[in-house]
Each structure stands twice: as C-alpha cells, then as structure tokens.
Nanobody, 123 residues
Framework: QVQLVESGGGLVQPGGSLRLSCAASGSIFSIYAMGWYRQAPGKQRELVAAITSGGGARTNYADSVKDRFTISRDNAKNTVYLQMNSLKPEDTAIYYC???????????????WGQGTQVTVSS
C-alpha cells in the first residue's frame, strides 16, 4: 500500500510556471515507477509524464507537454515532482499522481492515486 498526496496547484497566467509535488508514504517509494495524470472537464484522464523506479533514469512524456514539463523524483524525500513551464489554457485540469510500473516502454498504473490538485491556466 502507498498513500499519495499532491500539492502545488493553483491559478497561473498563460506562459507561467508551476511545480506540483506528490508525497508518498506507507511503502518503499523507490520501488515504484511514478506517473502524473490529468483530467479536464468532460475528458478522459490522460498520462502526462512518467518516471522509472529507482534513480529515475528514464522518463516519458505526452506529446502535448514535451519540452514544457519535467518529471523528477527525490527518493530521500519520497516525493515526485512535475515542473510545468510555458503553461497554456489547455493545460487546465485536475492533476493526479500515481504509483505504477513500466512494462517494456509503457507506464502501467497501479491502483494508487492521490486526491488530485487543480491547475487553472487563465488570464
């Protein structure tokens, strides 16, 4: 079992930046790959970024956020981050973190989810 708590969301203007954090507890954090998902109103939840377990040597990104978002992890703090730069109105969504694993090159989520944090990009 692992418990996940996201923070860092808020209201930001287009072109601005935010850093989301997800603190994990209840299990050995480093054994899990981690992912950030988002869900906009009326849309399905989508994978935004993922990072492998351990040192996080590999990362995956959705095409829509490549070169703008960066996922990273600090195993000493049991925390995964999502740095979001050059934010656009279409990035508005609830952002969730997830613990999972990689199957070949694809991130596969386990049923461990945080409660989500709202990100709103608007002028």
């Amino acid at each position: 079992q692992v418990q996940l708590v996201e923070s860092g969301g808020g209201l930001v203007q287009p072109g601005g930046s935010l850093r989301l954090s997800c603190a994990a507890s209840g299990s050995i954090f480093s054994i899990y790959a981690m992912g950030w998902y988002r869900q906009a109103p009326g849309k399905q939840r989508e994978l935004v970024a993922a990072i492998t377990s351990g040192g996080g040597a590999r990362t995956n990104y959705a095409d829509s956020v490549k070169d703008r978002f960066t996922i990273s992890r600090d195993n000493a703090k049991n925390t995964v981050y999502l740095q979001m730069n050059s934010l656009k109105p279409e990035d508005t969504a609830i952002y969730y973190c997830n613990a999972g694993h990689f199957q070949y090159s694809d991130y596969v989520p386990f049923t461990y989810w945080g409660q989500g944090t709202q990100v709103t990009v608007s002028s």
